[in-house]
Each structure stands twice: as C-alpha cells, then as structure tokens.
C-alpha cells in the first residue's frame, strides 16, 4: 500500500483518539445497527473491548503496511478468535463494523475527507479481507 495512503490513515487515527469519546461512539453506533451485533456483545467487558481495539488498529496498520510478510503474521490469533471456532464473526457483520467505523470517524476527525475515508477504508479492507478469509481455518 502506497505510503501516503498510511500516512494518511495514520494521522486520522490520531485526530479520532484525541476524542475522548470516539471509540465509545464507534460502539454505539455499531451496537445500534444490528441485534445480531448486540447478541455477539451480550456479557462483554467494553472497558476492556475499547482498550483492545484500540491497540487493534495499530495491529492493523502493521498487517496494511507490511507487504512482504502480510497479514498472516499480525492477525493470525485475531483471525481465529473471530473465526467459526470461536466468536463465528460472518463477513455480513463486517460491512457493518466497517460501515460504522467510517461514519465514527467523519463525525470524530476534524480533518475528515473523502481522501481519509478511503485511506480508512484501504487499510481496514487488508485486515477485514483477511479475517474473512480465515473464518474456517
Ligand atoms: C476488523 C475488524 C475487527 C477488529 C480489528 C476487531 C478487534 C477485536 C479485538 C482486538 C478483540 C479482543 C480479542 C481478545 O479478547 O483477545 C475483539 C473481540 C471481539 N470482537 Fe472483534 N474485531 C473486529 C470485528 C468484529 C466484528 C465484525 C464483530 C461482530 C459483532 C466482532 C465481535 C467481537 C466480539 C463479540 C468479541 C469478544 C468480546 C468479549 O470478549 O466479550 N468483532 N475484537
């Protein structure tokens, strides 16, 4: 993936997490798309889910940045705890999380553009691509 690319999914990350609320409104959003998003959450410790997420999407830059190793090698224990084994994350569910990080993140980063999105949408796409394709294995 182009650097600028990074770049910019990088410097938007940073504006975002200046918000103290961003990740609590990323999981309000997505938590209020679906009840099949609510019913994976059921019992779920969110002090702990936004600290892992958070930590996540460096995860998930490194997996975008690296093109000589791939992704394999940052996601892998990430790929089988949301895999049919263990959470049995569908690829349906990730439409949504993508869909309600990108719209977190306009209403989050003032320095929000079409450019962002679609430096969000190419970084979080080699992550999400991946999980999916490890749901069975
Ligand atoms: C690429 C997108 C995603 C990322 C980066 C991500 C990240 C994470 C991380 C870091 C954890 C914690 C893992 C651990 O405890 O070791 C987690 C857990 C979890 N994720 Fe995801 N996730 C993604 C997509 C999804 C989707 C689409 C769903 C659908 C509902 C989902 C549902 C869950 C659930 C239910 C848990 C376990 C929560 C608990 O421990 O109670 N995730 N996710």
């Not at 019913?39 to 000589?68: I, P, V, W, Y």
């Not at 949504?96 to 949408?121: F, I, M």
Request: aromatic fraction near 10%; charged fraction near 30%.
């Amino acid at each position: 993936m182009d650097a600028g690319t990074l770049r910019k999914f990088e410097e938007s990350l940073g504006r975002c997490l200046v918000d103290p609320d961003f990740l609590d409104i990323f999981y309000g959003n997505f938590l209020g798309s679906s009840p099949k998003v609510r019913e994976k959450f059921a019992g779920t410790d969110f002090d702990r889910q936004k600290e892992m997420l958070r930590a996540s999407f460096d995860t998930m830059l490194a997996a975008a940045r690296d093109e000589e190793n791939g992704p394999e090698r940052w996601l892998g224990p990430l790929a089988e705890r949301h895999g049919a084994r263990q959470l049995r994350i569908g690829a349906e569910l990730y439409d949504l999380w993508l869909d309600n990080l990108l719209k977190t993140v306009r209403a989050c980063d003032p320095g929000w553009s079409e450019d962002v999105e679609q430096a969000w949408e190419a970084v979080m796409g080699v992550g999400i691509q991946y999980l999916c394709s490890r749901y069975n294995s």
